[in-house]
């Protein structure tokens, strides 16, 4: 490590550290926007949290979890090929090539060991495109819990693969026909399923949005990502990057990376949302760039919402952030100044996609590709900014197997299929 | 507030007959408007003492199916807030109070203080409000009191003592007992934890207590006034609304499941 750039901690006391407060806000963000029903469970969740956290027990087999079923800590490689084209050094945090394929499993394997420690013996999750219903079918596979997946009707038509994934490994999928039918929806019902059997069920709710503790606890079990990079930047450059790059659905994965580094004022974090069609056009799924502060699924965020408060639909080629609100420490990070949120059109992550899959020979998920268009659009200006050639590390959150069909159908490759 | 709620004097008459009061819950708009201001009206002529009205939400994670379709053809035909606050003031002129359901997010996107202002000049009680707890509801708490108007939260089987003493306490008119661990929708049985989530809300307030979820016959409402000060029925009544060929049909229907929940809060099963 090179000095003057190590903290004597990992659990630095810095402003990171103190956010949320006790009640689970970021500023005027997150809280508990819930059925009073579901306190005493939102309550037992946050106590098993944190002292699940604090107990070296818990800690120690959560990291060999990670270590030995998961595949981490993932690589952190230096795409040079990619890097030419960029003009700026990027690092991608090579989170596609944990088990299962994304980010998520540390998150699923996290609160799968929760679950168990509160003695519960089922879990339900909601899911868009079914990775977080994959992952969570997987971990409940692991740990022998009973396993019911809520999937909007329209996602299940579109993702019939991913569903006979979860069905493979164990879990029950629920079509859920009713509002949009899609992700949103999917996690109206999970809500609903929760209050009814709260008593012996955990909601693995899959991103760091939701009531508090969920925002909390969802980034303790993502942020080895950030702890992981920091340290592997430094090993292999010697300094910090001069910014760190994710795309922003519910946003699990860019607070997983950010948060090592938000104490760091010298690393710049940029957040990049799905701007679809763009964000003009009102197909979009940019609550950050194209919403306005409201309450969805139990929290207090940026929302995709009419004047009525009625919550818009949202639109993107990637399933995974095709969401109409983000985690509420997004927001507060947006509104403090610290992140930097901005929005990525269909079009211009295909196009990063195909970059890397050429350069490379990495296929990235839809999701992931977001980061890496939204890489090559800062990087001139932070080039400029600096004087010299930036370092960018990108959390590449997923790999692109699951994103074949559509990519396939949107470059027109299909064989006896028109694009 | 020196002033007793409207829908405390309806509580006090209701109590002086030996009976309970019955809620009739209907969402704003559904299946239109017009078609809901008449629903509430036939509610109200066979027999309901109070109306519920629900402002319909994209997301409304505590109501069962039923409600959920309804809201989702209220929200297609185009329904706004204003309109709600314009079906209290038409329905508030039959002399039956309406106090208002809703999630949370739309009462934030009108303005909380300008809702309330609203609210109270359209004749509105207050508002039982599903997706908020007192921790979060600073803002409403002043709204109310700065308008006048009642404050219901819920309560449910898995509160705390603690909790429900707090919850209690910040409640105004009347408390909203969630009578089991689900979401709205009729049910065949009676739920065995509301008589006993009822007895601990009566040792820590005399506010009067309604038991909402799962009530969808007149022999349900009987045993639910047995021990509860009110009967809230939603799902059953807003179901004779839906799958029917026209509307006389479904005002029929309506009024006779009206008339039976009426008669049984008139007849309490003795606990």
């Known amino acids: ?419 | 507030m020196s002033e007793q709620s409207r829908i405390g004097v309806v509580f006090d008459k209701a109590r002086a007959e030996g009976r309970a009061v019955l809620i009739g819950c209907m969402p704003a708009g559904f299946p239109t408007v017009e078609g809901s201001i008449t629903a509430m009206k036939a509610m109200v002529a066979a027999g309901v003492d109070v109306i519920e009205l629900e402002i319909p939400y994209s997301d409304p994670v505590m109501d069962g199916p039923v409600i959920q379709r309804a809201s989702d053809i209220a929200l297609a035909g185009g329904v706004r807030t204003r309109d709600a606050l314009r079906i209290i003031e038409e329905v508030t002129a039959t002399g039956a109070p309406v106090v208002t359901m809703t999630y949370w997010n739309p009462i934030e996107q009108y303005g909380v203080d300008a809702f309330a202002r609203d609210l109270a000049s359209a004749g509105g009680t207050g508002l039982i409000t599903p997706d908020l707890i007192p921790e979060e509801a600073g803002e409403w708490l002043a709204a109310s009191d700065a308008h006048g108007l009642d404050r219901t939260f819920l309560v449910a089987p898995s509160s705390t003592d603690e909790r429900l003493a707090m919850t209690v306490e910040h409640c105004r008119g009347f408390v909203y007992a969630t009578a089991l661990m689900g979401v709205t929708g009729a049910r065949t049985q009676t739920s065995e934890a509301a008589p006993v989530l009822v007895s601990r809300v009566r040792k820590v307030t005399d506010l009067p207590v309604g038991v909402g979820l799962g009530v969808g016959t007149g022999a349900q409402a009987a045993t639910v006034a047995g021990y509860a000060d009110g009967v809230i029925v939603g799902s059953a009544l807003i179901r004779c609304l839906l799958d029917t060929p026209d509307e006389p049909t479904a005002l029929t229907a309506l009024t006779t499941l009206t008339t039976a929940l009426s008669t049984g809060v008139r007849h309490p099963t003795t606990p």
């Not at chain 1, 604090?54 to 595949?71: H, I, K, N, S, V």
């Not at chain 1, 899609?182 to 939701?210: C, F, P, Q, S």
């Not at chain 1, 922003?248 to 690393?267: E, K, M, T, Y």
């Open chain 1, 1 to 419: 490590m090179s000095a003057g750039h190590g903290r004597s901690t990992a659990e630095s006391a810095g402003p990171a550290a103190q956010f949320p407060d006790p009640a689970g806000h970021f500023g005027r963000f997150g809280g508990r926007f819930v059925p009073e029903a579901l306190v005493a469970a939102l309550e037992e969740l946050d106590v098993a949290h944190r002292t699940a956290m604090a107990d070296e027990a818990f800690r120690a087999e959560f990291a060999a979890l990670l270590r030995d079923y998961a595949g981490t800590p993932s690589l952190l490689y230096e795409a040079r090929r990619f890097s030419a084209r960029a003009g700026a050094r990027v690092l991608l945090k090579r989170e596609d090539l944990n088990h299962t394929g994304a980010h998520k499993v540390r998150n699923v394997l996290g609160q799968a060991l929760l679950t168990r420690r509160m003695g519960k013996k089922r879990v339900i999750a909601e899911t868009g495109a079914g990775q977080h219903g994959v992952a969570t079918a997987t971990a409940a596979a692991l740990f022998d819990l009973d396993c019911v997946v809520y999937m909007g009707q329209v996602d299940t038509e579109r993702q019939a693969l991913n569903v006979a994934r979860m069905r493979m490994l164990g879990a029950t999928v629920v079509p859920v026909t009713t509002g949009s039918r899609t992700l949103k929806d999917a996690m109206n019902e999970a809500m609903r399923d929760w209050v009814a059997n709260v008593d012996d069920t955990h909601y693995l709710i899959g991103t760091a949005a939701g009531p508090h503790p969920f925002p909390a606890l969802v980034r303790d079990f993502v942020r080895g990502i950030g702890d992981e990079a920091r340290q592997q930047c430094l090993d292999l450059t010697g300094a910090l990057p001069d910014a760190v790059t994710a795309c922003v659905g519910g946003g699990s994965n860019a607070l997983g990376i950010f948060h090592a580094f938000v104490d760091d004022p010298q690393v710049r974090l940029y957040g990049f949302e799905a701007g679809g069609e763009g964000v003009a056009s009102g197909r979009h799924a940019a609550s950050i760039t194209g919403g306005s502060a409201g309450v969805l699924h139990g929290t207090r965020t940026y929302v995709l919402q009419d004047a009525d408060g009625q919550t818009v639909e949202s639109h993107s080629i990637s399933a995974g952030l095709d969401y109409p609100g983000v985690g509420p420490e997004h927001a507060w990070l947006h509104d403090t100044g610290r992140a930097s949120y901005l929005p990525i059109t269909d079009d211009e992550a295909m196009a990063a996609f195909e970059l890397l899959c050429r350069t490379e020979g990495i296929i990235p998920a839809i999701e992931s590709s977001h980061a890496l268009a939204g890489t090559l659009a800062i990087a001139g200006k932070l080039a400029a900014e600096l004087g010299r050639q930036p370092t960018i590390v990108v959390n590449l959150s997923g790999r692109g197997d699951k994103d074949v069909h559509t990519a396939g159908g949107y470059f027109g490759i299909l064989d006896g299929e028109s694009a």
